[in-house]
Every structure is written in structure tokens, then in C-alpha cells.
């Protein structure tokens, strides 16, 4: 028999998470989400969306040290190898910090797969299909994304302020999200324009040096550039609806 007695509704901390804040959420996890559109960056705030100092280690070392040692040694063995083990070595400072290591491991991952690739093949270049594909896919993305008329940088602002796609409805603040996300799609697609021909020709050693520089450095430098365009942008729009 059904209970007749009326429950109380669930408490709104218990209520289910909606998709937008679940979003909102893990946007703020990434690097666009250490400033809030509309706010000034600053240098913590760019250092905090690389993932702070232990951040750029991670993403420099291991394939400084690919560099170094293929550069020295020519072993492709132990040049795909070593980076590996100082990928699990993240892990382990990470775990005994006690700090998160989701990106630690999705790191790892990747070091693993390029190392499985370039054993097989014996040729270090091949170590760079990964970085490769991830940036082709993020190409197709990008694009997809502006031809359909929902650029990924208006989607991942509009999470990260809760108004959702109501940017759509605001010519400057639409232009500066398509411009942006045009901008990102280059990044990738310059990756593509230099390293895809190093890998045919097979100069491993500009092409680790290369990934390097166009990794965390210019990622950094577009990800200042993005949040001062969309700071222009959210700004005046705030600005209009004061008067």
C-alpha cells in the first residue's frame, strides 16, 4: 500500500546536478576557467591554467628529455623509454601529495602510446603520431564547431558564465567568440603545418625541439589573448546595460 503521508521536497543541496552545472563545472577545471569573462588576467591566473608550476614541469620535461637524450645518444629505446618513467614518477609525487592525477595519468598514457609506436616501428618520429592526431581532431572539431554555427570557445564561455548561449543573441560578444575560436583552430592547425613535414622527413630531433615551443609557450600566449578579447567584449557589453 502507498504511503499516504506527504513528503517534504529534498533539501536543494540534495537535488540532482544539471547538465549546465556539471558543465560549468568542469570548464572551470580547465584553463579558460581560471578567469571569470569579464575580469582582468593576471600572471597567476595564466600560470594556474597551465597547471601552475608542477603543470609546465609536466608538460616540458619529459619531452625535453626525449630531446636530450635521442639528440645524445640516437637510441630510440631509450630516449622513448626514460620520459615514460619520469611520466609514472609524476604519478607517485602526485599520490603521495595527495593531489589530484587524472592529468598525470592521461599524460602517461599518451608517453606510453608514443613509446609503444616508436618501439615497434624502431624510428623516434614515429613517438609523435599521438600529438599528431590530437591536434588534427581538434582541427576538425574547431571547425565543425564554427560552420555549424556554434563556435567552442562562445560554448565553453557561455558554461563558464551560466548564460548559457544567450552570447549568440549579442553581435560583439558573437564576433569576439568566433574570432577567438578561429584562433585556436590556427594554433592546431600551425602545429599540423610545421611538424607534419618534420615527420616525413624524418628530422626527429627539430621536431621534438619544435613541439616544444609550440606547446605550453604559445598555448599560454593564446590563452592571454583569448581572455583579453573576451574581457573586451563581456566588458562593454556590461557597460551597455548599465546605460
Known sequence: MADPTPRDPAPDD??????RDS?????RKTGFGQVTP????TAGSLLSAVGGVRGLIESILPGLVFLVLYTITKSVPLAVLVPVIVGAAFIVVRLVTRSPVMSAVIGLLL???SAVLALISGRAEQA??????????????????IIVGWPLIGLIVGFLT???????KD??????LYIATWMWLGLFALRLAVEVPLYLARQTEWLAGTKLVLGVPLYAVLL??????VRAAYGRAAVVARD
Not at 134 to 142: D, E, G, H, Q, Y
Request: no cysteine; aromatic share 10%; net charge neutral.
Open 14 to 19: 540534495e537535488q540532482p546536478i544539471s547538465f
Open 23 to 27: 558543465m560549468a563545472a568542469a570548464m
Open 38 to 41: 569579464g575580469e582582468v588576467p
Open 111 to 113: 608517453l606510453a602510446v
Open 128 to 145: 609523435f603520431i599521438p600529438g599528431m592526431v590530437i591536434n588534427a581532431s581538434s582541427v576538425l572539431v574547431l571547425l565543425i564547431s
Open 162 to 168: 551560466n548564460e548559457g548561449v544567450e552570447w549568440k
Open 171 to 176: 553581435a560583439a560578444k558573437r564576433r569576439v
Open 224 to 229: 592571454w589573448v583569448t581572455w583579453l578579447l
